[in-house]
């Protein structure tokens, strides 16, 4: 009987097993059908509308149109990388391309350099932000996109190019440019804050990245003795090479250490990413800055420092990007940037904030649910949670720019006065120092005086939404007096912006007018007398007790 029951038993696994291979073939088979059947649809309508539309058809434009809204419905970072796009990506890898070193932006119908590069070709012609671009080797640029103009601004390194400018209302001027390597360097600045405290901002994580923030911190060490504890900097920072996030860690942490995991569809993918080589330095006191800027790469970053109790995050809650994206060549040189694997932090907790195979109605994607947020311990044993960004062992709260002070920008009346006030001042005091006086803040209300910079406040927007209620239920006449009243008294207050904003419009305009005199590296030095996050930072290095207790369950 026992034989008997075995026997049953084994025939009974065989014949699931069976059932299951079946099972799975008959899935495979079904999804390569649809495949193939969805693909002869595809092909036989493009063919169609190619051949019978109306109109000429661009089968190029077409279908990259397709591609593009067909990859839209998965996520925001799998992308189509035609041909023509191929440069642009490199660059976002590598960070280098061949051209002069400025930044453009189209106004008037022309190009105007809004930011030059230090040390490149454009910094030696001693061109300026506020230079309008009229020509390319001959090439007039009126209504021509920043696109086209960056590609006719660069090129391979040592081949020339000629520029016609025009400097405010001065006459055209030719001038003779050699393209050389630009590099934008991941590492902008690193400096000290004070006799103890150093700082080194991170913008990018491109190529290098890992050796470029080792080789500040190197720098650091050997140069100023009194070095005891170093913020980095990730505010803004979008992220990139999933290696490069390793490797910054690595100058933090010792080798051999977990930094991030990988998981997706294909588990002969799925990968554990640990530090290669021996810190720059393990024990020094670390603070990392993040914002709703910091995304991906970043969030490796912030997350492991924050899961091994390296150090400590301050700022703001991060993006929430935990996906990981890899590259794949189709044809015709173009690839195809696809998302194939989430990614986890050392405590086993996944960063995403949206969850993209689940849409809402409108088609959005919808934030995960608190009641769907798992708990998770750090290595002392601190609860931390997924499905959200890294949240900061230190909440600042964010500095949020007025209305006044964005439509100032948005018009370019900072820049331009900055531009103004470069061409009557040749020097300034240093970036760490200077301050506009009361009697340049007199100037630029008076340089405002002429200037049109309307806005809508969220109040105006909302008495606005009332009054069209009002008048579609036949109330407005009843009200309008008062409608009038409330009306008038919240323009009379946005005539006030201007002193009521005072202070942020100043730091505004301080920013822009110190980066003509030092470029990039001086802006991020100026930055720093108002800075809360990294006051807030030197505070908590000082207060030991607290930095400490900030790091226990």
Known sequence: MNLQNKLKKKWLIIVSITVIGFSSLAFVADTYFEISKNIDIFITLYRDVNTYYVDDTDPGKLMKVAIDNMLESLDPYTNYISESEIEDYRFQVTGQYGGLGMQISIRDNYPMITEIYEGYPCYKAKLLPGDYILKIDGQDLKNKNTSDVSKLLKGQPKT?????????????????????????????????????????????????????????????????????HVILDLRGNPGGLLIEAVNVVNVFTPRNQLVVSTKGKIKEWEKEYKTNNNPIDDNIPLIVLTNRGSASASEIVGGTIQDLDRGLTLGQRSFGKGLVQSTRPVSYGTQLKVTTAKYYTPSGRCIQALNYSHRNEDGSAGEIPDSLKKMFKTKNGRIVFDGGGIAPDLKIEETKISNITMALKAKMYLFDFATNYHKKNSTIADAKTFKLTEKDWSDFKLYLKDKKYDYQTQSEKALEDLKKKAENEKYFDKIKSNYLLLKNSLEAEKEADIETFKQEIIEELELEIVKRYFYEKGTIQHSFIYDKEVKAAISLFKNEKEFNKLLKP
């Open 160 to 228: 020339k190019v000629k520029l016609t400018y025009r400097r405010g209302n001065d006459a055209e001027k030719e001038i003779e440019l050699e393209r050389e390597e630009i590099l934008i360097k991941n590492v902008p600045y690193s400096g000290m804050l004070d006799e103890s405290t150093g700082y080194i901002a991170l913008k990018d994580f491109r190529n290098d990245a890992g050796k470029d923030v080792a080789l500040a911190l190197k720098e650091l060490k050997e140069k100023y003795t009194g070095l005891k």
